[in-house]
C-alpha cells in the first residue's frame, strides 16, 4: 500500500508539467450498497490522481481518474517450519484487501466564470480487487499477491468547485456519483479470524455486484 501511495504521488507531481490541463489529487471514498455492502466490514477508502481537459470553449469537461482503495488490513503472528527438522520462524503478516479504480467521465459545468462551480458528471469506468500479503522477521517468508475480479461501473452525479485563490487556478472539488456496478469476485473476511486467513489468500472469496455512492475530495491545479 506505501508503495502504491508513493507511486500517485510521483504521477502527480508529474502531470504537474501539463499545459492547458487541470490536475489533481484528492480523498477517496466509497460507501457500498446492497449484497456489497454486506459483504464489506468496512467502506472502502483510498486516494485518487485525476487529469481534466476542456473542450473547446464549451461548457463540457472530459475527466479521467485513477485510484486505489482500501476496505479490509489486519496483522498477526505466525509461526513457520521452515525445514523438515521442525524449525520455525515467528513470522509478522500483514494483510490488504484493496482495489484499483479507474473511470472516464463527461463533466458539464452549469457556471464556468464563478467562484462557486457547480457542476454535472456521466462517469464510465471500473474496479479491479486484489489481496496482498507481506511478512517481516524472517527470508523464508515470501510475500504475494492475488487478483481477484473486475467490475464494470457506470453512473451519474455532480459536485462543486470551489475558486481557493480567486483567480483560476487552485480549486476545490466535491463530488458525489451514484454507481452501478457489475458481478465480480473479491476476498472479505474477518482478519480477527487468524487461523482462517493463513489458508491462502484465496480465502474468503465473495461474489456480488459492487453497487455504490463515491465520494471524492479532490484539489485542482488549473494549468491554462
Known sequence: MKKLILFLCV????????QNNAVGFGFNYTRALQDFQENLDKDPKGFTINYAK?????????????GISMYAAGEYEYEMY?????????????EEDCFYSYNASLRYMVKQD????????????????????????SDNFEDNTTFHG??????????????LTKDGFLFLDFGVHALRGAHTFYRSIDLEDQIQTRQ?????????????????????????
Open 82 to 94: 521452515v525445514d523438515q527438522y521442525g524449525s520455525t520462524d515467528l513470522v509478522t503478516v500483514s
Open 54 to 66: 476542456g473542450l473547446c470553449q464549451s461548457p463540457f469537461k472530459l475527466n479521467l481518474g485513477f
Open 114 to 137: 464563478t467562484r462557486l462551480r457547480p457542476y454535472l458528471e456521466g462517469r464510465l469506468g471500473g474496479v479491479s480487487f486484489f489481496s496482498s500479503r507481506m511478512g517481516n522477521g
Open 11 to 18: 504521477c502527480f507531481g508529474l502531470s504537474l508539467n501539463a
Open 200 to 224: 491462502g489468500l484465496n480465502y474468503g472469496r465473495k461474489e456480488s455486484h459492487t453497487n455504490n455512492v463515491n465520494f471524492n475530495l479532490s484539489l485542482f491545479i488549473m494549468m491554462d
Open 150 to 163: 473486475t467490475a464494470l461501473q457506470t453512473g451519474l452525479g455532480g459536485g462543486m468547485l470551489f475558486d
